[in-house]
């Protein structure tokens, strides 16, 4: 099951897409890594798609990811009376800790870490930005508001404080919950919501350890000034425009893509554009232009890979939303302009071993045009190096861990393979990535093909040598 490109394609599971002829279709379409949100479903649910994941992995040979999303800490008004209200443009409006339903005046907010952070003139937005207000008082269990964009509100829906850092724990008593049921499944990512600092990810990775790496979803404009924080402890990050767009006027929201895009690139850490990529395909057969475009846009910035929600989860045609993404990143994969975009946006190398020999990768690709490139690891570092470099062409990763295979799925154009971990020498290391070239479909007999591994093996973060090899017949 090799890929005709190097941008991965992530699709969420749910009700349109649980059995299992429709993953199996979904996989052969195009699908990398699946998508567990544990904002909906029970945990029987995702268990049952996570093993029927295992079970297409075990039937196709290849290690596929599984992406387990935490739903993150969800502030939201409390009730009304009647169930909804009317909110005046220009009226007083008071939001306090009292818990009887509100009306047009005032409204219930249990969330006293959100008056604990406001100061006067701070824009709060409910239901995903439609109603507007501005602070002009505040205490500790209150907030007295002007409403500046008016409209009807109902019960329990969403409040953003978008300039302001909240003293929440990214990791609410359900995720903790979650995340302890995902990691006994044996899930490859987590997905962390509504990463604010970088010592968020110290806190999920004082519990996760190891066992999974960890994805920070990017949705809040506070993120974006410790980005470069958030970058160093994470292994990837999520480029969640839902709720970024929410909380940022929506012509800053391309700006911010570029600039987390560009810092992922830059420390070699897997970027995921997601959200409404192809949104209209939940009730359509086929996307808008610009859902096209938006998509193809993305691939051209170089990102890891591009990621489908609702589209695959509860729309009409999970299969056909796979498969017009897979055909949009072979397009422009193929197109002329794609090669150099890459090239144009390729990040210096850092001076360190791994990505002198990794920088040299890329060298011997553009001048030799091996068959293909080929990373011993462990633990994945080698690869991620490598792919970091967006070499031109194809990159086999091989490793002894099938966590790390599975892991590597999310990576710009690496395909990774799990092998026995015998390899003792050079020599040997060098015929193992010979054969494994061969029947991956990579490299035939008398091609060349460039080799990168660390010494000693096993080691993890020691790419230290570089080798051009010619193939043998198997």
């Known amino acids: 099951m090799r890929r005709a490109r190097s941008t991965k394609i992530v699709a969420t599971l749910g009700p349109a897409s649980s059995g299992e002829a429709t ?22 649910d995702h268990a049952q ?52 339903p509100g009306d047009g005046r005032r409204a219930p907010l249990p969330h006293p870490e959100i008056f604990a952070a406001l100061a006067d003139g701070t824009e709060l937005l409910l239901d995903d930005g439609k109603l507007r207000l501005r602070v002009e008082r505040h205490g500790s269990d209150f907030a007295e508001t002007r409403v500046l964009v008016g409209g009807a509100v109902s019960d329990r829906k969403g409040v953003n404080v978008p300039s302001v850092v909240l003293p929440l724990s990214p990791l609410t008593p359900k995720d903790r919950d979650d995340l302890a049921f995902g990691l006994t499944l044996g899930v490859d990512w987590v997905a962390l919501s509504f990463v604010q600092r970088p010592e968020d990810i110290e806190e999920a990775r004082a519990i996760i350890g190891e066992r999974a790496w960890i994805m920070a979803k990017i949705e809040k404009p506070a993120a974006m000034e410790q980005l ?50 192809l949104e209209s395909m939940v009730q359509a057969p086929s996307p808008t232009r610009a859902e096209v475009s938006d998509v193809a846009n993305a691939v051209y910035e170089g990102v890891d890979a591009v990621m489908l929600s609702a589209e695959s989860a509860s729309g009409r045609f999970p299969q056909e939303a796979v498969a017009m993404m897979d055909r949009i990143i072979a397009r422009v994969e193929a197109s002329p302009s794609y090669r150099p975009g890459i090239e144009a946006t390729h990040q210096p190398a850092e001076a360190t071993t791994a990505d002198a020999v990794c920088a040299s990768l890329r060298q011997v690709a553009e001048l030799l045009r091996p068959a293909v490139t080929v990373t011993y690891t462990a633990s994945g570092f080698s690869a991620l190096r490598a792919a970091r470099e967006r070499p031109a062409v194809p990159l086999l990763s091989l490793t002894p861990s099938l966590a790390t295979a599975r892991r590597l799925a999310m990576a710009w154009g690496v395909h990774a393979v799990r092998v026995d971990d015998d390899v003792h020498d050079v020599g040997e290391m060098l015929q193992r990535a010979g054969r494994t070239a061969q029947t991956e479909g990579f490299a035939a007999s008398g091609d060349d093909i460039a080799v990168v591994a660390g010494l000693p093996f096993g080691r993890a973060g020691s790419t230290n040598l570089l080798h051009v090899h010619r193939v043998a017949p198997c």
């Open 228 to 277: 470069d924080g958030i970058v160093a402890l994470c292994d990837g990050l999520m480029v969640a425009r839902g709720d970024l767009g929410v909380e940022l006027p929506p012509e800053r929201v391309p700006e911010m893509q570029r600039r987390i895009v560009q810092a992922c690139r830059r420390a070699g850490k897997p970027v995921v554009v997601a959200t409404q990529m």
């Open 49 to 100: 798609r996570l093993r029927t994941v295992r079970r297409l992995e075990q039937h196709y040979g290849r290690p596929i990811g599984v992406l387990l999303d935490l739903q993150g800490p969800k502030l939201r008004l409390g009730t009304l009376a009647g169930g909804k209200a009317v909110l005046e443009t220009g009226a007083a409006f008071r939001l306090d800790m009292d818990p009887t």
């Open 23 to 44: 993953l199996r279709a979904l996989f052969e379409q195009g699908v990398d890594v699946f998508r567990l949100n544990f904002s909906h479903g029970t945990h029987d």
